[in-house]
């Protein structure tokens, strides 16, 4: 039987008996069956079109003809492991090593963010010898044991804080401790992680490295203050670790100004290491590390051999080719730049008509929406944020929600989004939180439809949530 010609109840039947409900879904409580992707739209099995603000993972947009085309041209031909020499694996890394820095100029592949993060978190320790790791609160790096250890964000749910791992806030102007009025937010911000430093060596740590994403996407799409990454790793180096950006859901052209967000931060701001992962394969499972000669030759040093048995094969090498190619010819950097800033200047345009909108923030096609209760506090609108989500899935507009408090709206869409599409969702945000005011000023209850949003206890935790289901992406 076709996947798309079973009835919806009959699928989902089958996931709840079949999968573990670990494993969640968009909007538990009236999933949605998608069958089809094109572009910025996903379609469901009635034909619906959705316009898809949350997956950055389809990066050129939802089967994209070129990547569909080299990925099948390559299966065609040859698909083994890069055991044995092959062009593919070698024009990748070349064509990665012309958007990164000069430093920045060894290349492993893998299959997944998670096995990224992992292997920088193997290059970190080997190189330097030491162990302890620095993140920033509320970040998520991976689903491996490793990667939990290292994310906030899943581990305070779980087994708590090893050891090994120290949290620094995140520097969000904000709603952390140094805000927008603070004269030097980016110092107040990197001092906290030298003070997290000096806490871990008095307790005779030694730091192998910091990770953080290069904008901080999961803890609530924030921006850093510039200046704050080449502090923090000012005080790393000096402690003897290194800096890993992971760029996995920023990176490739999304912030619009520069190929990598962790450009943001300035020409001479290096990271020692770049984990790449999610839109460098438009969907196919590719991942990559980048790093330093130094980094590498340590790495070697061990004798040890390197093998990944699906890392770099032919037809994800021509797959990551392919997404180059087209964010060049379509030259979807410049695109996002601009799109990205109507959005902004739209979103910032309701910030000034609804109060629930206490920040608009973001680059290129990476945006936060704030949303709070209050002006003074800037308490986490979390319903609202939530309830707002399912009426814009009512209007066929998929959006998620991230950051501790589960209230900043987050733009991450297909990096092929238009203007128009821009002007559709503010419009319809609009019209929703006129509403919503509406209700509120007339007295009437603010309340969750059912068959839209309202959890089962337990199912809104980290994990859950974008759409007000699911997570990172
Ligand atoms: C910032 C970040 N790093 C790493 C990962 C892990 O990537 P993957 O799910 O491909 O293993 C994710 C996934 O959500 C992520 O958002």
Redesign the pocket.
């Known amino acids: 039987m076709a996947a798309d010609s079973r009835a919806k109840a009959a699928t989902l039947d089958l996931r709840r008996r079949l999968l573990s409900s670990s494993c969640r879904l968009f909007f538990p409580e009236d999933p949605v069956k998608i069958i089809r992707g094109q572009g910025q739209y996903l379609y469901d099995e009635q034909g619906r079109e959705f316009l898809d603000c949350i997956n950055n993972v389809a990066h050129v947009g939802h089967c994209h003809p070129v990547v569909v085309q080299a990925a099948h041209e390559q299966n065609l031909v040859l698909n083994t492991n890069s055991r044995y020499l092959h062009d593919n694996i070698v024009d990748y890394a070349q064509r990665l090593s012309e958007t990164l820095p000069e430093a920045l100029s060894v290349f492993y592949f893998l299959n997944?963010?998670?096995?990224?993060?992992d292997l920088a978190l193997r290059l970190a320790r080997q190189y330097t010898g030491h162990q302890d790791v620095v993140v920033l609160d509320h970040a998520?790096?991976?689903?491996l044991s490793s990667?939990i250890d290292i994310s906030p964000y899943k581990f305070r749910d779980l087994d708590g804080q090893k050891e090994w791992v120290h949290v620094a806030p995140l520097p969000d102007t904000y709603r952390g401790p140094y805000r927008e009025d603070h004269p030097n937010p980016a110092e107040a911000y990197a001092s906290e992680v030298k003070h997290v430093i000096h806490t871990a060596q008095e307790k005779g740590r030694k730091i192998a490295a910091f990770f953080a994403?290069s904008l901080p996407?999961?803890g609530g799409q924030i921006i850093p203050p510039a200046g704050y990454f080449s502090q923090v790793a000012e005080h790393i180096r000096r402690a003897g670790g290194l800096f890993v950006a992971?760029e996995?859901?920023v990176g490739f052209g999304r912030v619009g100004k520069h190929f990598w967000a962790f450009q943001l931060e300035g020409k001479n701001f290096v990271p020692d290491i770049v984990?790449m992962?999610?839109c460098i394969g438009n969907g196919h499972p590719v991942?990559c590390v980048a790093t330093t000669q130094a980094v590498s030759r340590a790495f070697e040093a061990t004798g040890v051999e390197y093998f990944n048995t699906f890392g770099g094969n032919p037809v994800s090498c021509a797959v990551g080719l392919a997404v180059l190619d087209v964010l060049e010819t379509e030259q979807l950097q410049a695109h996002a730049s601009n799109v990205g800033s109507f959005l902004m200047e739209h979103l910032s345009q309701q910030k000034a008509k609804h109060p629930i909108i206490g920040d608009v923030r973001g680059t290129g096609l990476f945006i936060g929406v704030d949303l709070i209760k209050d002006e003074t506090l800037r308490t986490p609108a979390t319903e609202e944020a939530e309830y707002l989500v399912s009426r814009l899935k009512e209007n066929y507009i998929f959006l998620s929600t991230d950051g501790p408090g589960r209230n900043v709206l987050k733009f991450k869409p297909p990096m092929c989004f238009s203007l128009d599409n821009a002007q559709h969702v503010v419009a319809k945000l609009d019209d929703i939180l006129t509403d919503m005011e509406e209700k509120v000023r007339s007295c009437k209850t603010l309340r969750i439809q059912p068959n839209s949003v309202k959890h089962p206890p337990g199912s809104t935790g980290p994990g859950c949530r974008a759409a007000t289901g699911s997570?990172?992406?």
Request: charged share 20%.
């Open positions: 997944s963010g998670s096995e990224a993060n998520y790096h991976g689903h990667l994403e996407s999961v992971d996995i859901q984990t992962g999610k991942a997570r990172p992406s």
